[in-house]
């Protein structure tokens, strides 16, 4: 049982607060000390010690940022649903030396770049039979009938500790409840389940480390049809060579015919290496790696969604961690990167995400829609919370912190802008920059003290020189106890 547990997941080593001695497992080594200075200075450190703020480490390397920057978040499950890109994650804690996660976390966009805050859709207060200090870990969430079903790995405080739990919801974004009150299947191993329906309508759930399970789901996708099944293409087994290198995190879709089973390669670091098969269950061939392992980088979660005639692939690093501090935290940030197929359906591999391509933005923003104040594709100094007027609200957490929304077109010009506000002092400041935070300013809102931080006003102010297609550059130069809920162009 000792060395099944320390086989199960191949990181440093941790304890599950809470659950107890018996859930401390032992793993291969993480990021080397003697890397520390490599990591500094790939993520905007001087190798010293000392760090550049997250907007300077973003200018001195372009690759495929983190997509969100207000939380840590890994485990990426995208999914495409009425022409929106969801993308769910887990939340690594502030405070997360090894894995802390509580709750699992949701964004959207139709761009590619500019991502909304929909907040936490579910934590483990959602399964109050699981145990409840911490082990939310990697889910997915896939539509069928018109519900959103969510599936996502927990502890139990028995033996065996892995366990799979699935939710229902009417919307993407939740709220979802427990669908059974117990878990879908347990037992050692059963982490990373991944779900998808081929179109005989069948659906597979799979999920697994070090091993690849699968079971078929009923229609209803709450119950299993037949037995559970262990991949025999990627069984591991004592004294055999293993060609396929997996280890968690599957991925499984099919795209023109090929089946694919995308995963974290054998640990550590992981990278993203896939397989290709004629049916749903293999057999499956190792086809290479989308993403080579990187030792910049002890973990990975890959995602794979095409998306308005593109593709793209999801995974995490530790930037954000390693622009703060230089020492290995679990705190991870989820990226993307466009992935290309070669005409035999094969991935064309892609270099790791600070060398691969920040991804284009598809289309522009309608800066005279409403936009929710958590629309960002980059910001610093800025944390969100959920609003007293419902969604997600934004707030500074220090002077001249700001967030950036990316091709903004306001076509041949705007006049008026208008921000939802609320604040307990009366000194809050919003300047409006174009291209960069320190670029031309069309606009200043001035936020009045609205008596405190749920009494909700507007403020507007007017806009002058906004032409044409910019970044948008919302700088908080006033008090910190503002908070920012939506925004309009007229």
Not at 10 to 32: H, M, W, Y
Not at 134 to 161: C, H, L, T
Not at 345 to 362: C, H, S
Not at 450 to 458: L, Q, R, V, Y
Request: aromatic content about 14%; glycine content about 10%.
């Amino acid at each position: 049982m000792k060395a099944k547990r320390q086989i199960l997941l191949n990181r440093k080593e941790f304890l599950i607060a809470g659950v107890g001695a018996a859930a401390a497992i032992t793993c291969g080594p993480s990021v080397q000390a003697a890397d520390h200075t490599h990591l500094a200075r790939h993520w905007g450190g001087r190798g010293d010690g000392t760090y550049l703020n997250p907007m300077q480490a973003q200018h001195a390397n372009r690759g495929a940022k983190p997509i969100v920057q207000t939380r840590f978040t890994a485990d990426p499950a995208p999914l495409v649903h009425d022409g929106i890109v969801y993308l769910y994650t887990g939340h690594d804690e502030e405070d997360a030396y090894g894995f802390r996660m509580l709750n699992w976390l949701c964004y959207s966009t139709t761009d590619m770049v500019n991502w909304t805050d929909h907040g936490a859709f579910a934590s483990l207060k959602t399964f109050p039979w699981a145990e409840q200090n911490n082990g939310a870990w990697a889910s997915q969430v896939i539509a069928r009938n018109g519900k959103f079903y969510f599936y996502a790995a927990v502890f139990m405080k028995e033996r065996p500790q892995n366990a799979i739990a699935v939710a229902v919801a009417d919307k993407p974004t939740g709220p979802f409840t427990d669908a059974l009150g117990h878990p879908l299947v347990r037992g050692d191993g059963y982490i990373d389940p991944t779900v998808f329906i081929y179109d005989d309508g069948q659906a597979y759930l799979y999920w697994g480390n070090p091993n690849l399970w699968y079971a078929k789901l009923n229609k209803d996708m709450i119950s299993l049809s037949g037995e559970v099944v262990k991949d025999a293409s990627f069984a591991k087994a004592p004294g055999k060579l293993d060609p396929f290198h997996y280890q968690e995190g599957p991925w499984a879709y099919e795209r023109k015919g090929h089946y694919y089973m995308v995963y974290a390669s054998t640990c550590c670091p992981e990278g993203i290496a896939y397989a290709m098969g004629h049916s749903p269950t293999g057999p499956w061939k190792f086809k290479g790696y989308i993403m080579k392992p990187d030792r910049r980088s002890s973990g990975n979660h890959p995602g794979i969604i095409d998306y308005k005639g593109r593709s793209y692939v999801f995974g995490f690093d530790y930037e954000l961690n390693f622009a703060r501090t230089k020492k290995p935290r679990e705190r991870r940030s989820v990226c993307v990167a466009e992935i290309h197929y070669k005409p035999d359906g094969a991935i064309r591999e892609i270099p790791w995400w600070n060398e691969a391509k920040a991804v284009k933005q598809i289309g522009t923003l309608n800066p005279y829609a409403r936009t929710e104040a958590a629309t960002i594709c980059w910001s610093r100094g800025i944390q969100s919370e959920p609003s007293s007027q419902g969604g997600m609200c934004v707030y500074p957490t220090r002077v001249n912190a700001f967030i950036k929304v990316q091709g903004v077109n306001f076509s041949k010009g705007a006049k008026t802008f208008t921000a939802s506000v609320a604040s307990a002092a009366k000194d809050g400041k919003i300047e409006l920059r174009l291209d960069s935070p320190t670029g031309t300013v069309i606009g200043a809102c001035i936020a009045p003290d609205t008596g405190g931080a749920t009494k909700w006003t507007t403020a507007s102010c007017r806009v002058e020189h906004a032409a044409g297609v910019h970044d948008l550059y919302f700088v908080f130069t006033g008090a910190e106890s503002l908070k920012f809920d939506w925004w309009i162009f007229k």
